[in-house]
């Protein structure tokens, strides 16, 4: 089975910054990585697919990038609703999983 | 708009079993491979099982966590998916999200409910 490793555990940014989260599989999952936004108390929403192709309805300053084994979630310019739990998630093979996720906090 | 509620959470003894229900709206139920997520208190989410569309078999996929204890179905007529727990055990405590997958081989999550709790306890 396929482990997908995310870092850090914690960002700590600030308002208006960049933020970089890092995802890892432990063997290729080809382009078949998905990035979610899960914020308290409420489900996760899709963000990114395919490694880098956003949902509907996602701002720009969110990008995905990468593949095989090595990916990278980018939001450009932190803005307040930003601050949640970030997880990545490979479909390439059974059983799916999840990276153990990235909280970005507000610094 | 495209929606999932998920029902029939709750708190349940150990060994004992509990049917969860997700009513689907706002797409054809029907062409989509469904899965259940669950997430426990405080922690990350995990992949619990899979249901591929009657065009695909109709066929499941499990986390090896739950197989063998929980089994998920379908009903198109009714647009509802389910998640029978069978042999619940306290490590299933959980909130269990039910998902949309995009479309046969792309097995990312593009809609979500909102989740109901299970509380396995005695």
């Known amino acids: 089975e396929i482990v997908m490793t995310q870092s850090p555990a914690t960002l700590s940014v600030s308002p208006g910054e960049r933020a970089t989260l890092s995802c890892r599989a432990s063997?290729?999952?080809?382009?078949?990585l998905a990035w979610y936004q899960q914020k308290p108390g409420q489900a996760p929403r899709l963000l990114i697919y395919?490694?880098?192709t956003r949902a509907t309805g996602i701002p720009a300053r969110f990008s995905g990038s990468g593949s095989g084994t090595e990916f990278t979630l980018t939001i450009s310019s932190l803005q307040s609703e930003d601050f949640a739990v970030y997880y990545c998630?490979?479909?390439?093979?059974?059983?799916?999983?999840f990276g153990q996720g990235t909280k970005v906090e507000i610094k | 708009e495209v929606q999932l509620v998920e029902s029939g959470g709750g708190l349940v003894q150990p060994g004992r079993s509990l049917r969860l229900s997700c009513t689907a709206s706002?797409?054809?139920?029907?062409?989509?491979?469904m899965s259940w997520v669950r997430q426990a208190p405080g922690k990350g989410l995990e992949w619990v099982g899979f249901?591929?569309?009657?065009?695909?078999?109709?066929?499941?996929e499990y986390a090896a966590s739950v197989k063998g204890r929980f089994t998920i179905s379908r009903d198109d007529s009714k647009s509802i998916a389910y998640l029978q727990m069978n042999s619940l055990k306290t490590e299933d405590t959980a909130v269990y999200y039910c998902?949309?997958?995009?479309?046969?081989?792309?097995?990312?999550?593009?809609?979500w409910g909102k989740g109901t709790t299970v509380t396995v306890s005695s």
């Open positions: 998902t949309k997958h995009s479309g046969y081989g792309y097995y990312y999550m593009d809609v």
């Open positions: 706002g797409f054809t139920f029907g062409d989509y491979a």
């Open positions: 249901i591929r569309s009657k065009a695909y078999g109709g066929t499941t």
């Open positions: 063997q290729s999952v080809s382009s078949n």
């Open positions: 395919g490694a880098s």
């Open positions: 998630q490979q479909y390439n093979n059974w059983p799916l999983a």
